[in-house]
């Protein structure tokens, strides 16, 4: 109870109340436009955070992600251009929702149903990350080591463009992490002789350039032309009637949501598409899906914000982040020196809860945000891009400037803006490079203890129950994406010879 | 005939540069006496896990044809609908060339100089009008100065007027 109450004075001050507000608007704003994304939103807020307190800082990340995946929706709606790729599962219902004049309905669905979902999400993280941080309190490197690994694979595998592209990119995150000097023996690594590498790779630099620089330069000169076919009356009108009319789609995927979201690499956007095939599957009119139909946006919509609440839990009971999001999360937490992990629940349990009421102070937030956003959407959607453009440019500028306060950073955010821009056109996720930049510390730092404890054997990193399971269940996972692969191809050789 | 799919090999064959540059790197760092591992086994391992994917990337890109890969990311087919016209469109080399004069110039002239500069060559890169271009750009550039340097205290390149 001390604990709980000292995290309501983090949260209820002035200046992290403040903060929440100010990112959810920054949030809302980036998600509703089309091209730009949730991640880029927390990629440019990042700079901001480094010269907050912990807890605001914390506050501003899980704001503005909250609302800009929540935001996503309102293209969609009226565009016909997800916002989001969990908005992208259930684009069609939303806009057949607006041309049949319920755009309103729609936006409503989404906020009220988003909000509902991730007070949810909040519930499952209050009750089961207590009880995995003390079961990781007796976790040791190998462990941590293979959890690590299993979560990165996880994150890899699960990403477009197939196994040898996602390990490509994991691989290239972890040697980027492993720039500088060696954490445990000192040793200049990779530098080329250049004094500014001795320092490693700044992961914020190196986010700013992969989500927003590049994300510029895709979406192209006037991003996206569109205009708004109709305006939005009262979101909130008729809302609660089909949420309580579909209440156990929305209860099965604010469950599916929380679950999926709370595995490692999976996240709100899969688990989006999940639950809304699974409403199509279960539904007494499937063919009405994609017409117009509320059925499936009522239970997507859940998901995403439940499983945002929810991929929290590994972030902060294991350090071991499930997204992008979270992967930048984590940055934060051990740039305040607040490390992830299970110490942080039962050293500083102040803290966790403070994330929490974070939580639902954001997600509540989302029905007065949300209603303004969908009033103004036609204005917000007007915003000339040409100006938007300059405007993040710049500040991605000086924010890769203000990390170090050397040119440097805008070299390393230019040149990996560069490499994610055109390893993202062929289908490299960009995702799997963050994680491993932001665990690659992690991964080499338990694997070198666990290798001296073992005196360099391999198999000792199989010698605890917890560490055996969880490393056969990486090689199990990694065998069978290999072995699909090749099955694929074979198949695919025998289709093409035929 | 189908084509190969010879820029995901192209890709393929620099990862694998990359791979061996990091596997000759990581023999030459030192290893610590009388320690079983040194700060070379992890890059050893990595580089060498980066050559190998990026042989079954190019073995891979060899068979599946270039049809088969959009050059277009879900995410992004799903948030523009549009097909791009290429990948180093005149507006990416113009973004690129923009910003790597910013980085170079900066430290000259200051971040203030080169902000209205650089947003103003951005905002007509972008297909802005003139007149807001004028106007935009020391309305951006003057709130992100204040934001950052009075706001929270960032000692920004001064150049030539500090």
Same mark, same amino acid.
């Given at each position: ?75 969609? $709606? ?27 309905? $729609? ?16 519930? +499952? ?15 040791? /490197? ?19 463009? =197939? ?39 700044? +992961? ?9 620089? $590049? ?12 205009? $708004? ?60 899906? =994609?017409? =117009? ?17 929810? /991929? ?88 890769? +400037? /203000? ?80 072995? =699909? ?14 | ?5 010879? *820029? ?64 277009? *990311? ?23 060339? !923009?910003?790597? !004069? ?12 080169? !902000? ?47």
């Amino acid at each position: 109870m001390d604990a709980f109450l000292l995290a309501m004075g983090l949260v209820f001050n002035v200046e992290t109340l403040l903060v929440i507000l100010a990112a959810s608007i920054f949030g809302l704003f980036v998600g509703a436009l089309p091209g730009l994304t949730a991640t880029m939103a927390t990629a440019l807020l990042v700079p901001v955070t480094f010269y907050m307190a912990p807890i605001p800082a914390i506050a501003a990340i899980i704001s503005c992600t909250a609302m800009a995946i929540t935001a996503g929706d309102l293209p969609g $709606a009226l565009l016909r251009i997800p916002g989001t790729p969990a908005s992208a599962a259930y684009v069609e219902d939303s806009y057949g929702m607006a041309k049949q004049g319920k755009a309103g309905l $729609a936006i409503g669905i989404g906020v009220i149903g988003s909000m509902l979902g991730g007070l949810f999400g909040f519930v +499952f993280l209050l009750f089961t990350a207590p009880a995995l941080a003390k079961f990781a309190l007796s976790f040791s /490197s190998f462990e941590y080591f293979w959890l690590a690994v299993l979560g990165l694979s996880c994150a890899a595998l699960i990403s477009t463009g =197939g196994m040898a592209k996602g390990a490509l990119s994991l691989l290239l995150g972890l040697f980027i992490a492993q720039i500088g000097v060696d954490p445990l023996m000192g040793a200049q690594r990779f530098t080329f002789g250049f004094s500014e590498l001795s320092g490693g790779i700044s +992961f914020i630099p190196a986010m700013i350039g992969m989500f927003a620089l $590049a994300e510029i330069m895709r979406a192209g000169r006037n991003g996206t032309k569109a205009v $708004a076919q109709a305006n939005v009356g009262n979101p909130f009108k008729g809302t609660l009637k089909v949420l309580w009319q579909y209440r156990k789609n929305h209860l099965r995927g604010s469950m599916i949501g929380s679950l999926l979201g709370a595995l490692p690499g999976v996240g709100g956007d899969l688990a989006a598409w999940v639950t809304y095939s699974l409403a199509k599957r279960t539904s007494k009119t499937p063919e009405k899906f =994609g017409t =117009g139909h509320p059925e499936g946006l009522v239970e997507a919509s859940a998901t995403n914000n439940a499983a945002l609440s929810t /991929s929290w839990i590994p972030a902060m009971v294991f350090g071991i982040p499930g997204d992008a999001v979270t992967a930048i999360a984590v940055g934060v937490l051990v740039m305040k020196g607040l490390d992830p992990g299970p110490q942080l629940l039962t050293v500083n349990p102040q803290n966790f809860y403070a994330v929490l009421l974070v939580f639902v102070v954001a997600n509540i937030l989302m029905l007065p945000l949300g209603y303004v956003a969908a009033r103004s959407a036609r204005w917000i959607f007007e915003v000339p891009r040409a100006l938007l453009n300059a405007a993040i440019l710049l500040f991605c500028l000086v924010g890769s +400037f /203000s990390i170090n306060n050397t040119m440097f950073g805008v070299g390393v955010m230019l040149a990996l803006g560069i490499i994610a821009y055109v390893l993202e056109s062929r289908r490299f996720a960009i995702a799997p490079i963050i994680l491993g930049i932001v665990l690659g510390p992690l991964v080499e730092g338990n694997f070198t203890t666990s290798m001296i404890i073992t005196s360099g054997n391999f198999l000792g990193f199989f010698e605890r129950p917890i560490a055996a399971v969880l490393g056969i269940a990486t090689i199990i996972i990694w065998g069978t994406a290999i072995g =699909g692969t090749i099955l694929r191809a074979y198949k695919g050789r025998q289709l093409r010879l035929a | 005939m189908r084509s190969r799919n010879f *820029p995901d090999m192209a890709l393929g064959l620099v990862f694998l540069a990359l791979g061996v540059l990091i596997l000759i790197q990581a023999q030459g760092i030192r290893s610590v006496p009388g320690l079983p591992v040194g700060p070379g086994l992890f890059p050893t391992l990595t580089g060498g896990a980066i050559a190998v994917f990026a042989v079954v990337l190019v073995i891979q890109s060899w068979f599946v044809s270039e049809d088969d890969v959009t050059l277009i *990311p879900e995410g992004a087919e799903a948030a523009d609908g549009s097909e791009p016209s290429g990948l180093f469109t005149p507006f990416v080399f113009g973004i690129l060339g !923009a910003t790597l !004069a910013a980085l170079l110039v900066m430290p000259l002239i200051g971040f203030l100089a080169t !902000a209205l500069l650089y947003t103003f060559s951005i905002v007509l890169l972008g297909g802005g009008r003139l007149r807001a271009a004028l106007v935009f750009s020391p309305i951006v550039s003057l709130t992100i100065y204040a934001l950052f340097a009075f706001g929270f205290r960032v000692p920004l390149p001064q150049g030539i007027w500090g």
